[in-house]
């Protein structure tokens, strides 16, 4: 007989866990108090805590919402309370915030442009859905077309017929390409279908715009670019640069990881120029320096040159996120799609990229929510963003001393934006994963 | 390798035609300085199943990635199903749209369900209408004995069932000539079997097939010929029988020893 002889006769039942290690209890003696050094220093950042929240929270809380201006709210101050300490003056807020969302351009609440922005960003949340949502009905894609002439349409003003005439110039170039697609290779077809547009946008857009004013005469009092201000401004520019920036994003990332020796050189030259310059010196440069060396006859729109610039940095800098997602996929996704005999398109498009994508979900996000803030960099070539406007407030002369309040409340309509961004990245990331349900 | 010996394999349907499939004359490729594969000629006829063996490193693996291009020779010639291999894009992607392929590490894409893997190429290489696809997917599907699985997702199938997969995913392109690069190698002992068994049946129904492998039960029962690589040369070729039982070179009583002598 072997020493190591055992043999078990009965299978052990499964047992509850210790009580101290579940629940509140256990979380706090795990997570808090598990040693005389981490109950120390629980208990001395708990205090540091609450000392903070006992002034900040009746500051916020006490603060006013009605009054005309500082010195009024001080009076209040004195007048209500005793301690003679001083609390939150949202009165400017209350007084201001038109301004600050809607900016300079659109009148007050009273003369009644403000549907304009409103329907435009009601517009957007359409356009949204079935990107956001793939499960909402495909027809939705039409809205997110039509978003891309109404937006503008209703931000700028001027006639509805000129916007309209370009996307049905686009429509067209793209029945163009689907004819000259049957008969030549896709990139004949493609480059076709760009000489068609451009030449279309040259020659028959006035005529096609004027045909559309017949039918649908609309027209808005236009805006000039530069009295476009507030949050409009920078949620505009933050759409732009986020929609447009990720379809160049890809395709600098897949150039970077091209074969083809120019392609692959162009596009690693076009992201290290660009990450290599801090955007402010962009944005200055195309809308000051620009002026000088181009004839005087090219009059570059401020907020359209701000918005190129913006994608372009963004789309460099996805790009790389992009290559990261590319370089992470074993490389026997690509033998396979090949072995099928997929062609480099179909296997990017169907097996590569949408991989490649969710691996990079956070980094493209986390690029999202810095351009969105970046946005407020166009205040050094006078266009007026939120935090431009916030200056403006501060030195009128009812306001003149008010810090706090008003950046608060730009902050946390930030935050609002870029929390949400944050958590659909989440919600996005939990529904693509595939490797258990 | 004992574990196939009970199967009895029907030999009917087995034969080898005077068509040729597979044709490399002088095939020759280097990876940079490296000369990975010398002189390789090789001809394979309609309905062969061709073991290949060897130590590591000696470009078994290489040869047959060059049949579908995934690697290019720089000297030689390949010519599949009458088609000759240059750099035509064309031709390559109707090369390989009639030459399946599975892999080592099975390669399923892994944010696609099974059924999906499989329709993938059918709808978009060959223009198969959807519905069509699924019912051949399924069939295939059926065929590899995982028909309840259609609707997960390739992690959440044991390695075995995933290289089913890739087979039956393989076959939906309905291929003429079949490709396996160590189908077994990565997989447990008790998963082999199952891969083995969808490989002899697929043998059975006269499937031209070239394997890598080092299951030299499978080679035994299946093959018609073995080949015996190294140092990216074919060292010696003959019918399972011959090969095992009377190896002549050298290098192969060598090998052989070494993979049978435990």
């Not at chain 1, 809205?143 to 067209?172: K, Q």
């Not at chain 2, 099974?114 to 959807?130: D, G, Q």
């Not at chain 2, 050298?250 to 090998?255: D, K």
Request: aromatic letters at 10%; hydrophobic letters at 45%.
């Amino acid at each position: 007989m072997s020493n190591y002889e055992f043999v078990r006769t009965d299978m052990l039942p499964q047992q509850e866990p210790p009580s101290d290690t579940v629940g509140v209890i256990g979380w706090l003696r795990a997570n808090l108090f598990s040693s005389f050094y981490n109950t120390a220093l629980s208990i001395t950042v708990l205090f540091l805590l609450g000392s903070v929240l006992m002034n900040a929270v009746p500051w916020v809380f006490l603060g006013i919402w009605n009054a005309d201006s500082l010195s009024h709210c001080r009076e209040i101050f004195a007048s209500q309370y005793s301690d003679g300490r001083e609390y939150a003056c949202w009165a400017v807020v209350r007084d201001r915030w038109d301004q600050i969302i809607f900016g300079y351009s659109f009148g007050n609440l009273e003369e009644g442009l403000f549907w304009r922005p409103v329907f435009a960003l009601l517009f957007v949340f359409v356009a949204i859905t079935p990107i956001l949502f793939p499960s909402t009905p495909r027809t939705l894609y039409l809205a997110t077309f039509a978003t891309l002439f109404i937006y503008p349409w209703l931000i700028w003003g001027g006639s509805l017929s000129s916007y309209l005439s370009i996307a049905v110039l686009i429509v067209a170039a793209g029945y163009v390409y689907q004819i000259l697609s049957k008969y030549m290779i896709s990139l004949f077809s493609i480059g076709l279908m760009l000489v068609f547009l451009i030449l279309g946008l040259w020659l028959l857009n006035a005529p096609i715009s004027a045909l559309i004013h017949l039918i649908l005469p609309f027209e808005l009092q236009s805006i000039p670019s530069r009295e476009i201000s507030g949050f409009v401004l920078s949620i505009t520019i933050g759409i732009v640069a986020i929609v447009a920036s990720l379809p160049l994003a890809i395709l600098l990332a897949l150039g970077r990881q091209s074969d083809l020796f120019i392609v692959k050189k162009l596009s690693t030259l076009f992201i290290e120029l660009i990450r290599g310059v801090p955007l402010i010196t962009l944005i200055f440069v195309a809308t000051v320096l620009l002026k000088y060396f181009l004839p005087k006859s090219v009059n570059l729109d401020p907020v359209l040159s701000v918005m190129i610039l913006v994608t372009l940095f963004t789309a460099a800098y996805i790009a790389e996120v992009i290559r990261g997602g590319l370089a992470a996929l074993p490389s026997g996704q690509k033998e396979a799609a090949d072995s099928l005999g997929l062609n480099y398109w179909q296997a990017q498009r169907l097996i590569i990229l949408p991989q490649a994508l969710k691996i990079s979900i956070p980094g493209i996000v986390s690029n999202f929510i810095s351009v969105l803030k970046d946005t407020t960099l166009v205040s050094i070539v006078a266009l007026n963003d939120p935090l431009g406007i916030a200056t403006a407030v501060r030195s009128h002369t009812d306001w003149n001393g008010i810090v706090w309040e008003l950046y608060a409340f730009i902050a946390l309509i930030f935050w609002l934006m870029c929390f949400s961004m944050s958590r659909y990245s989440m919600y996005l990331e939990r529904k693509l994963r595939t490797d258990h349900h | 390798m004992s574990q196939n010996q009970e199967r009895k394999v029907d030999r009917s349907k087995m034969q080898v035609g005077d068509e040729v499939a597979i044709q490399l004359t002088n095939m020759n490729k280097w990876y940079g300085e490296f000369h990975v594969l010398r002189d390789i000629n090789l001809t394979v006829n309609k309905g062969e199943r061709i073991v290949i063996a060897g130590p590591s490193g000696s470009g078994k693996s290489t040869m047959i990635r060059c049949i579908n291009r995934l690697e290019e020779h720089q000297k030689g010639q390949i010519v599949v199903d009458g088609i000759e291999l240059t750099n035509d894009l064309k031709n390559i992607d109707k090369v390989r749209s009639e030459v399946g392929m599975c892999f080592q590490h099975f390669n399923l894409f892994p944010h696609l369900t099974i059924l999906e893997n499989c329709i993938l190429a059918p709808t978009w290489v060959r223009k198969t209408p959807r519905k069509e696809a699924i019912d051949t997917a399924m069939h295939f599907l059926e065929k590899v004995k995982i028909p309840d699985q259609a609707h997960k997702y390739p992690g959440q199938l044991s390695g075995g069932q995933q290289q089913r997969v890739a087979i039956a995913r393989s076959l939906c392109m309905k291929p003429r000539i079949m490709l396996f690069d160590e189908p077994t190698s990565a997989l447990d002992p008790e998963m082999i079997k199952e891969v083995l068994d969808t490989m002899i049946e697929l043998a059975e129904e006269g499937m031209t097939m070239i394997c890598v492998t080092h299951e030299m039960g499978f080679a035994r029962q299946v093959a018609n010929r073995v080949i015996f690589m190294a140092d990216g040369q074919i060292v010696e070729q003959n019918e399972p029988e011959e090969f095992f039982n009377n190896p002549k070179s050298e290098r192969t009583q060598q090998f052989l020893s070494q993979i049978l002598g435990h």
